[in-house]
Each structure stands twice: as structure tokens, then as C-alpha cells.
């Protein structure tokens, strides 16, 4: 098992950046992918990025392809999420998970696919 603590978000201005980090208590965080979720009121949970359990395979939305970036760490247990270029519909709750089973690139966005979540950490954006 794992538990999962977002750190980093709060309240910016449209175009600036902002770096998420998820730490993760447990053993064997390597063998644990890893994926970043956001939600809006109302709306249901959206894929943002995840990442391998080595790092070596990463996979994003495409409204956020070339503004995101997905890492990690396995040395100190945590993932991040460095986010540029940021814009107003990006504002969210941001939520990493985690997941260990067997898993092809497709599947790293389906929320189904991991077992643990974070509490989530607010991000908002300013026009």
C-alpha cells in the first residue's frame, strides 16, 4: 500500500508556472506508476500526465502537451509536476495516483487503472 501527498499548488497568474509534487509513504514507490488527475466542480475527473514506474515512458493530455511536465524521483519517493505556460482552464484540483498493475500507454488515462489517490492540491489560475 501507499499513501500519497500533493504539495505546490495555489493561486497565479495566466502564463505563469507552478511545479506539483506528489510524495509517496510505502514501500517500493518504483513499482507504482504514477498519474497526475485534475478535477472542476461539476466535472469529472480529467487525465493530465503519468509516468512509468522507471521514468522511462511518459504520457499527457493533449491540452497540456509542450506546458507539462511529468517526473520523478524514485530515490526520494516523489513525482512532479512542472506546469508552464499555465491559462485560466487550467484551474483544478490536482490529484496524483497510483497504480501497479499490468498497464499499456492507453490506459495510463483511465482513473480506473490506479488504486491510490492523493488528497489533491488547489491550482488556480488568474487572467
Known amino acids: 500500500q501507499v499513501q500519497l501527498v500533493e504539495s505546490g499548488g495555489g493561486l497565479v497568474q495566466a502564463g505563469d508556472s507552478l511545479s506539483l509534487s506528489c510524495v509517496a509513504s510505502?514501500?517500493?514507490?518504483?513499482?507504482?506508476?504514477i498519474g497526475w488527475f485534475r478535477q472542476t466542480p461539476g466535472k469529472e475527473r480529467e487525465f493530465v500526465a503519468a509516468?512509468?514506474?522507471?521514468?522511462?515512458?511518459?504520457v499527457y493530455a493533449d491540452s497540456v502537451k509542450g506546458r507539462f511536465t511529468i517526473s520523478r524521483d524514485n530515490a526520494k519517493n516523489t513525482v512532479f509536476l512542472q506546469m508552464t505556460s499555465l491559462k485560466p482552464e487550467d484551474t483544478a484540483v490536482y490529484y496524483c495516483?497510483?497504480?501497479?498493475?499490468?498497464?499499456?500507454?492507453?490506459?495510463?488515462?483511465?482513473?480506473?487503472?490506479?488504486?491510490?489517490w492523493g488528497q489533491g492540491t488547489q491550482v488556480t489560475v488568474s487572467s
Open positions: 495516483a497510483a497504480g501497479s498493475r499490468l498497464i499499456s500507454d492507453n490506459n495510463y488515462r483511465v482513473p480506473t487503472k490506479y488504486d491510490y
Open positions: 510505502g514501500r517500493a514507490f518504483s513499482s507504482y506508476y
Open positions: 509516468i512509468s514506474r522507471i521514468g522511462r515512458s511518459t
